[in-house]
């Protein structure tokens, strides 16, 4: 069995393996000048020369983006943690909408995005289709995220040279003095650069953010997701009026996008009317997908332009026949007997016979008061014949792609559906717009959205929205810091304590809200969440270094599991370990006495990871674990009942179910 790392990977040890594995001649070593130890490095001269085409000589001057502790951010981006997610179920919502539910697919995080991005690196690394964030604007305040690298006013100023010899300032402006562009893009470099790795391949982000700091920003997105995959920086109008500004009214943001890989990702979806799509198919292969009815026969189409087999008889439930207008019918009175147009009179329907025959289940007879068709020989007819257009068939084969300048998502509509919902939350984003932007990036199917700034929620609302209107089973994952909320606002006077309490709340009434609307509709509608909530790691520090700190001061084994920490804390910092979805199905079961956890993930039809975190473990529990032929089985180091059960636990598994990956903690 192999002991569990429980942290978090260290991104600088992966870097320079890769680094390692591509330029081997570049590896070096050097001296810790704050230690003496010799420690690793890379020959930055030698690795400028492999990919440079040209001799490099020494240091040259190159066009680049920096600002005082850019290394620190890169640091920290990389540097890992041992922290954990531990369940909150009694704040959590099930997918039906059960206060205490716990079978959604939808997370909410509690917690320091950084920690908490950090933290979802194993488990969701190239799984999120889009990202949307609306992070703090930059307009000349301290930030809630106090990283390890923010300074204060004065030491910032004493580094960066503001001070003459006499030790006056040299700036008096401090709403526009760089500390707060310092402050602003060493919180959103390590957050993005973060960020990156959990998109998919074809994966988008979406960062709402106004005048103060779009230049900035654009840089350092370029520098992290390449400026090969910027999609452009669209202008999205926030209100229809403002009095403020001494110069221009401000009334618009902007909305800047980059994908992972440009090259795998699709055009954006735009200019369709999906509310025409208002059909949805009851049976067959394509049961449940919208359509819409479209006629067959349109009076514009040319007859002779090559139509030759596109006049044709299409027989009617009652045994009638119809046909476009002409003066030219078949010489068969028969379902699909066609004849070729002798003028511009001779009317045609859009498919030609063969595409008729093929595709009838596609083609809807409907009968009225009157019709543009006619019966046989011309005769009049009441009935018409209409084809099924698919939604996404014409999402895949469109072409039309968004304007730049959004102009239906202002703010205003956010402050109204917070009223509605009686949630107490200034500068909302309206849910609308992430709906749309989740629209337009082509979210399907198994999808994951993530916030990692999320505020009042509005995601959550839009992508249970999306789920409700579309039928799209696409999934969120949200963070917050918990807040606090001042005691002057209105939110605090409704008993909100912090901002979590806010957006938990907003996605329950919205939920609610969105499944009395959709009743029976939508059986299948998640308008659940569970709760996670960043901490320490369940761990104590034996379990980290156990050569340090192995017995206490009277000579007992220490335990390396905190006192205060459950089974499914535990069982959830193994699943971030592990990497395993974190919105996984977990059943609880009772075997030969022991409590066990059984993880499906949504994809997985077997038991992926099945725990047992409880004390005096027998052979008969872990012979039924290894039954179960788990990927992953996963114990307590000193859970077992007897030296026998450890002793015979390998060969156990090894009967069983040999491939099983054997862990404790």
Same mark, same amino acid.
């Given at each position: 069995?192999?002991?569990?790392?429980?942290?978090?990977?260290?991104?600088?040890?992966?870097?320079?393996?890769?680094?390692?594995?591509?330029?081997?001649?570049?590896?070096?070593?050097?001296?810790?000048?704050?230690?003496?130890?010799?420690?690793?490095?890379?020959?930055?001269?030698?690795?400028?020369?492999?990919?440079?085409?040209?001799?490099?000589?020494?240091?040259?001057?190159?066009?680049?983006?920096?600002?005082?502790?850019?290394?620190?951010?890169?640091?920290?981006?990389?540097?890992?943690?041992?922290?954990?997610?531990?369940?909150?179920?009694?704040?959590?919502?099930?997918?039906?909408?059960?206060?205490?539910?716990?079978?959604?697919?939808?997370?909410?995080?509690?917690?320091?995005?950084?920690?908490?991005?950090?933290?979802?690196?194993?488990?969701?690394?190239?799984?999120?289709?889009?990202?949307?964030?609306?992070?703090?604007?930059?307009?000349?305040?301290?930030?809630?995220?106090?990283?390890?690298?923010?300074?204060?006013?004065?030491?910032?100023?004493?580094?960066?040279?503001?001070?003459? %010899?006499?030790?006056?300032?040299?700036?008096?402006?401090?709403?526009?003095?760089?500390?707060?562009?310092?402050?602003?893009?060493?919180?959103?470099?390590?957050?993005?650069?973060?960020?990156?790795?959990?998109?998919?391949?074809?994966?988008?982000?979406?960062?709402?953010?106004?005048?103060?700091?779009?230049?900035?920003?654009?840089?350092?997105?370029?520098?992290?997701?390449?400026?090969?995959?910027?999609?452009?920086?669209?202008?999205?109008?926030?209100?229809?009026?403002?009095?403020?500004?001494?110069?221009?009214?401000?009334?618009?943001?902007?909305?800047?996008?980059?994908?992972?890989?440009?090259?795998?990702?699709?055009?954006?979806?735009?200019?369709?009317?999906?509310? #025409?799509?208002?059909?949805?198919?009851?049976?067959?292969?394509?049961?449940?997908?919208?359509?819409?009815?479209?006629?067959?026969?349109?009076?514009?189409?040319?007859?002779?332009?090559?139509?030759?087999?596109?006049?044709?008889?299409?027989?009617?439930? %009652?045994?009638?026949?119809?046909?476009?207008?002409?003066?030219?019918?078949?010489?068969?009175?028969?379902?699909?007997?066609?004849?070729?147009?002798?003028?511009?009179?001779?009317?045609?329907?859009?498919?030609?016979?063969?595409?008729?025959?093929?595709?009838?289940?596609?083609?809807?007879?409907?009968?009225?008061?009157?019709?543009?068709?006619?019966?046989?020989?011309?005769?009049?007819?009441?009935?018409?014949?209409?084809?099924?257009?698919?939604?996404?068939?014409?999402?895949?084969?469109?072409?039309?792609?968004?304007?730049?300048?959004?102009?239906?998502?202002?703010?205003?509509?956010?402050?109204?559906?917070?009223?509605?919902?009686?949630?107490?939350?200034?500068?909302?984003?309206?849910?609308?717009?992430?709906?749309?932007?989740?629209?337009?990036?082509?979210?399907?199917?198994?999808?994951?959205?993530?916030?990692?700034?999320?505020?009042?929620?509005?995601?959550?609302?839009?992508?249970?929205?999306?789920?409700?209107?579309?039928?799209?089973?696409?999934?969120?994952?949200?963070?917050?810091?918990?807040?606090?909320?001042?005691?002057?606002?209105?939110?605090?006077?409704?008993?909100?304590?912090?901002?979590?309490?806010?957006?938990?709340?907003?996605?329950?009434?919205?939920?609610?809200?969105?499944?009395?609307?959709?009743?029976?509709?939508?059986?299948?509608?998640?308008?659940?969440?569970?709760?996670?909530?960043?901490?320490?790691?369940?761990?104590?520090?034996?379990?980290?270094?156990?050569?340090?700190?192995?017995?206490?001061?009277?000579?007992?084994?220490?335990?390396?599991?905190?006192?205060?920490?459950?089974?499914?804390?535990?069982?959830?910092?193994?699943?971030?370990?592990?990497?395993?979805?974190?919105? #996984?199905?977990?059943?609880?079961?009772?075997?030969?006495?022991?409590?066990?956890?059984?993880?499906?993930?949504?994809?997985?039809?077997?038991?992926?990871?099945?725990?047992?975190?409880?004390?005096?473990?027998?052979?008969?529990?872990?012979?039924?674990?290894?039954?179960?032929?788990?990927?992953?089985?996963?114990?307590?180091?000193?859970?077992?009942?007897?030296?026998?059960?450890?002793?015979?636990?390998?060969?156990?598994?090894?009967?069983?179910?040999?491939?099983?990956?054997?862990?404790?903690?």
């Amino acid at each position: 069995m192999d002991m569990m790392k429980m942290h978090t990977t260290n991104q600088a040890d992966i870097n320079f393996k890769k680094l390692a594995a591509l330029f081997p001649n570049a590896i070096t070593e050097s001296i810790d000048p704050a230690t003496g130890e010799v420690v690793r490095a890379i020959d930055k001269d030698v690795l400028m020369q492999e990919i440079s085409t040209r001799v490099v000589e020494g240091r040259e001057e190159r066009y680049q983006f920096t600002w005082p502790d850019k290394k620190k951010a890169v640091l920290t981006a990389n540097a890992p943690i041992a922290a954990t997610l531990r369940p909150v179920r009694e704040e959590s919502v099930g997918k039906d909408g059960t206060p205490g539910g716990w079978d959604s697919q939808n997370l909410y995080i509690e917690g320091d995005n950084l920690d908490v991005l950090k933290l979802l690196q194993e488990t969701y690394l190239g799984k999120v289709k889009m990202i949307y964030i609306d992070p703090p604007y930059n307009t000349g305040n301290d930030f809630v995220y106090e990283d390890d690298f923010a300074e204060n006013t004065e030491e910032y100023l004493c580094r960066s040279g503001q001070f003459d %010899d006499l030790g006056n300032r040299l700036e008096q402006n401090t709403e526009r003095n760089g500390r707060f562009h310092t402050n602003w893009l060493n919180m959103m470099y390590s957050r993005l650069k973060l960020a990156k790795n959990l998109l998919t391949d074809d994966g988008v982000i979406f960062i709402s953010i106004d005048d103060n700091e779009v230049d900035d920003l654009k840089k350092i997105c370029s520098e992290i997701y390449g400026e090969s995959n910027f999609l452009g920086c669209a202008g999205r109008i926030t209100k229809k009026a403002n009095n403020q500004g001494d110069y221009w009214a401000p009334n618009f943001d902007y909305l800047l996008t980059y994908a992972r890989n440009k090259l795998l990702c699709p055009p954006f979806l735009g200019g369709m009317n999906e509310k #025409s799509y208002n059909q949805i198919e009851q049976d067959g292969p394509r049961k449940g997908e919208k359509y819409q009815l479209v006629r067959l026969y349109m009076s514009n189409l040319d007859p002779m332009r090559g139509c030759t087999n596109q006049r044709y008889y299409i027989e009617c439930p %009652d045994g009638s026949f119809i046909i476009p207008p002409g003066e030219t019918y078949p010489n068969e009175i028969k379902d699909g007997a066609f004849v070729a147009p002798q003028s511009g009179k001779d009317k045609i329907w859009r498919w030609s016979y063969q595409s008729y025959l093929e595709k009838r289940d596609q083609i809807v007879l409907k009968q009225g008061r009157s019709s543009n068709v006619v019966g046989v020989n011309g005769a009049e007819t009441t009935w018409n014949a209409y084809t099924k257009t698919y939604l996404k068939d014409v999402i895949n084969k469109s072409t039309a792609t968004p304007n730049s300048f959004i102009e239906d998502h202002i703010n205003q509509n956010a402050t109204h559906e917070l009223s509605k919902l009686k949630i107490p939350f200034p500068f909302a984003k309206p849910s609308s717009l992430m709906k749309y932007l989740a629209e337009i990036c082509r979210i399907e199917d198994g999808d994951i959205i993530l916030d990692f700034f999320s505020g009042s929620a509005s995601t959550a609302d839009s992508v249970m929205q999306l789920q409700f209107e579309k039928g799209i089973k696409c999934h969120y994952i949200l963070v917050q810091i918990p807040e606090k909320c001042s005691e002057d606002s209105d939110a605090y006077k409704e008993g909100f304590k912090n901002i979590c309490e806010i957006g938990k709340e907003r996605i329950r009434r919205a939920g609610k809200k969105i499944k009395e609307e959709a009743g029976l509709t939508a059986p299948d509608l998640d308008i659940g969440f569970r709760v996670l909530r960043l901490d320490s790691s369940n761990m104590e520090d034996v379990y980290y270094n156990p050569d340090e700190l192995s017995r206490d001061l009277l000579g007992r084994t220490v335990d390396n599991i905190k006192l205060d920490r459950t089974s499914e804390d535990l069982l959830f910092q193994v699943m971030l370990d592990l990497g395993v979805d974190l919105s #996984s199905a977990i059943e609880e079961r009772i075997i030969a006495g022991k409590k066990v956890f059984i993880v499906k993930p949504a994809d997985v039809d077997a038991a992926y990871l099945v725990v047992c975190f409880d004390e005096g473990v027998t052979a008969e529990t872990v012979t039924e674990i290894a039954k179960m032929k788990p990927y992953y089985a996963v114990f307590r180091d000193s859970g077992m009942a007897s030296d026998s059960v450890v002793t015979n636990f390998d060969q156990i598994f090894r009967t069983y179910s040999p491939q099983t990956e054997r862990k404790v903690l």
